[in-house]
Nanobody
Framework: HVQLVESGGGSVQAGGSLRLSCEVS????????MGWFRQAPAKEREGVAT???????????YYADSVKGRFTISQDNAKNTVYLQMNSLKPEDTAMYYC?????????????????????WGQGTQVTVS
């Protein structure tokens, strides 16, 4: 079992930055696809970025087109934490952001953005851009 706890959300003006953190605990042996998703009111949950951790395709990252060049996903293995650095924030980035994890041999792959394929989820952290 894996537990995920997000932090770092808040309110920021357009053009500002935030860094989200996802602390991971539990059985994390093996390869995982670690992802950030977001969901705005009345909208579907969408994939923002993912990173492969473990032994298969380690460090490989994927991004939604809407955040490429502005957001960066990274991991700190010593702290068991995955980060999402968000720069040049826009009002349309406003959403609840969720950390997700899925044990997945071979890394994240082409299905990285499909939220229903992730087994573990955090409680979410709100990001508001005005």
């Amino acid at each position: 079992h894996v537990q995920l706890v997000e932090s770092g959300g808040g309110s920021v003006q357009a053009g500002g930055s935030l860094r989200l953190s996802c602390e991971v605990s539990g059985n994390t042996y093996g390869t995982y696809c670690m992802g950030w998703f977001r969901q705005a009111p009345a909208k579907e949950r969408e994939g923002v970025a993912t990173i492969s951790t473990g032994t298969s395709d380690p460090g490989r990252t994927y991004y939604a087109d809407s955040v490429k060049g502005r957001f960066t996903i990274s991991q700190d293995n010593a702290k068991n934490t995955v980060y999402l650095q968000m720069n040049s924030l826009k009002p349309e980035d406003t959403a609840m952001y969720y950390c997700a994890a899925d044990p997945r041999d071979g890394g994240c792959g082409g299905t990285w953005s499909i939220w229903s394929k992730y087994h573990y989820w955090g409680q979410g952290t709100q990001v508001t851009v005005s």
